[in-house]
Structures are given as C-alpha cells and as structure tokens.
C-alpha cells in the first residue's frame, strides 16, 4: 500500500513494516494505519506500509493456523521478495520503521529468525542503520 502526501517539500518516502494485516488493505484504512500515516505526515512525501507476514488476522494469535502449512514458506518467500523489490525500485525511500510488538501471542515457528531475517535484508540493501 502507498499514501501520498499532498503538502510536502520532501521527497523522502518511508517503508513502515508492520506485523500482518488485520482490517485496513489497499483501499479501507484502519486505526493502526491511520496513526501510522498521522506519524509520518510532515515527515515525508509518501509511506509505503508492508507487513512482515502476508496473512490476514485480527489477533496475532490466529497466525499460528499459517505457521507450518505446505504454503507458508513459499508465501513467505513471495513476501520477502515483493519487500526487497520495492526497496530496489524506490530510492526515494529514505527509512525503513519496523512497527511490530513482542511476540506475545507465542506464535510458533520462527518468528525471531523471520525478523532476524528480515533485519539483516533491510541492513544489507543500507536500508535499516542499528543505532
């Protein structure tokens, strides 16, 4: 998803990655986009917003049904891939802001190697600088 913004003298663009959808795609916001886009508004000229698992869920727990199926890794690779592509074709992009909680729904599988993987994507590509 990409959101513009009118009234902006920058032309620096933010990736926000955000754990999974849950309500809001490309054409219906929900609360968590909203203050994501109220953040960044004045800040940049744009804000493209991913999620770190591509499945939708209202509650975080509800990822555990993907986690292990015949699909998830292929899935998860597509993600990835779409991630590092819109990275590579937008220079603009100036930040990467990783917005997901703790994992306190205990979700199985591999999780912190999923974020550790990504981390070390964004960090590789210059995209992602650990202060």
């Given at each position: 998803?990409?959101?513009?913004?009118?009234?902006?003298?920058?032309?620096?663009?933010?990736?926000?990655?955000?754990?999974n959808?849950?309500?809001?795609?490309?054409?219906?916001?929900?609360?968590?986009?909203?203050?994501?886009?109220?953040?960044?508004?004045?800040?940049?000229?744009?804000?493209?917003?991913?999620?770190?698992?591509?499945?939708?869920?209202?509650?975080?727990?509800?990822?555990?049904?993907?986690?292990?199926?015949?699909?998830?890794?292929?899935?998860?690779?597509?993600?990835?891939?779409?991630?590092?592509?819109?990275?590579?074709?937008?220079?603009?992009?100036?930040?990467?802001?990783?917005?997901?909680?703790?994992?306190?729904?205990?979700?199985?599988?591999?999780?912190?190697?999923?974020?550790?993987?990504?981390?070390r994507?964004?960090?590789?590509?210059?995209k992602?600088?650990?202060?």
């Open positions: 998803m990409y959101v513009p913004f009118r009234i902006q003298d920058s032309n620096s663009q933010v990736l926000i990655i955000m754990r959808p849950s309500k809001a795609n490309e054409l219906n916001s929900d609360m968590t986009i909203n203050n994501v886009l109220g953040f960044c508004h004045g800040k940049y000229s744009g804000v493209f917003v991913a999620n770190l698992f591509p499945f939708y869920a209202k509650d975080p727990r509800q990822l555990n049904q993907h986690i292990g199926t015949s699909d998830y890794e292929k899935l998860m690779d597509k993600n990835k891939q779409t991630i590092d592509e819109l990275l590579e074709r937008n220079p603009s992009i100036k930040h990467v802001i990783i917005a997901w909680g703790a994992n306190k729904s205990k979700l199985q599988g591999h999780y912190e190697d999923t974020i550790a993987g990504f981390l994507s964004l960090i590789n590509m210059k992602l600088f650990l202060q």
